[in-house]
């Protein structure tokens, strides 16, 4: 456990960031590891799966323990906490860090498995650049909406303030919609996240920039993945991905 630990601590280097999630290690689980999982959130319904699987580490993006959060453990939070002590399971979790890893995040995860070049950091967060920005196959708006739509598995929600070709994009994953701005005063094409809110329809043609909200959680799922594929290679243990459906 201690070697896994480590590895992660090393490879995202949460020290880096600051951050509103506690990163790293929250629940200490069983110390021997034989099967392994990643997943977007630590939601109950995620911690129930990962209890069926038989894993002894759990691997999330958004963990239980957040800044400003009341530290009482109560509800729901004791549940989930309960349910992984009783089970031995050990929970880990990388917020930022998991956005931003040029390997295996959300953002540069995404923008290479769909063939974007000249890829260069974009949206500054308290220092550090959590998003991605480059060039991509010249395609209509439509079309590119539909492009998005087909990898994330997600209805792309649109406001086409912008050109009607899209050449460059942006993208930070979830909850990203205000950094419409920042991508605008970029001169980029369309700007992708997750999230949405009313003003955003207006900012996209206020701007004069194409905008897509692809789902908080769909767009937070590349990374979890890739960091599956990197840990059972790396370790050579088992480690999949626990996919539990949010459209939000």
Known sequence: MEVLVRHLDELLKPQQFSDVSANG???????KIFHMA???SASLATIEAAVKAGVQVLIVHHGIFWERDNPAIVG???EKIQLLLEHGISLLAYHLPLDAHQSYGNNWGAARLLGWQNLEPFGAYKGMFIGVKGSVEKLSREDFAGV???????????????????ATAALISGGAHRSITEASAAGIDAFITGSFDEPT?????EEKINFYAL????TEKIGPQLLATHLQSTFQLPCGFIDVPNPF
């Open 215 to 218: 789902g908080h959680s769909n």
């Open 201 to 205: 329809w207006h900012q996209a043609y």
């Open 25 to 31: 290690l929250q629940i200490e689980g069983t110390p």
């Open 76 to 78: 729901s939070k004791k």
């Open 38 to 40: 990643t997943a977007v």
């Open 148 to 166: 998005l739509e087909n990898f994330y598995g997600h209805i792309a929600y649109t406001a086409f303030g912008g050109s009607k070709e899209i």
